[in-house]
């Protein structure tokens, strides 16, 4: 059951982390200003690419039931994240993140769990489409306790045909 419980809080941190890249990408398309100084690359697009290294977070998750279990996460992480607007304000963009993290349980019967995760995330939108997609996978060990590993596939997207609904899935394997 534990396994079980450290997936949960997992997900709430990767979740997290994309909200952070995703905010980026959703903040600049509704100001218009973007993360990163922009480059013009013809036809009036322009881009821009902001890469971190050694970011850290650390946050608390919990208590249930928005996560079964409550504790103390940090990750550092390294990444990219690239976006791409055209004149016509379509937009495109994506991120990667990798790196460490580290879970202590508010628990102290729980022990804490160490372990990677990877997590990418990318958007498409134009003025009658949309698209969002996410994985992540993580693996994490802790002593005397069962290793996990997960895994999240995420996607939404809307289409101009006003007859088709969104098309939403968010499947999560433990």
Known sequence: MKVIRIAGCLSVLLLSLLAFAFTFST???AQGSLPCTPVAQGNGSQTCTVNFKDAVTTFHIGPPPSCLLSGTITQTFNGVFHITINKAGDEWDTSTITGPFVL?????SIPTYTGHIVGWFGDSFNNQNS?????????GTAPNAPAFDYHETF????SANSTNPPLFFDKATC
Do not use: E, G, K, L
């Open 27 to 29: 903040i600049t398309r």
């Open 104 to 108: 202590v349980p508010d628990d102290a």
């Open 131 to 139: 698209v969002m997609h996410f994985t992540i996978n993580a693996h």
């Open 155 to 158: 996607h939404f997207s809307t």
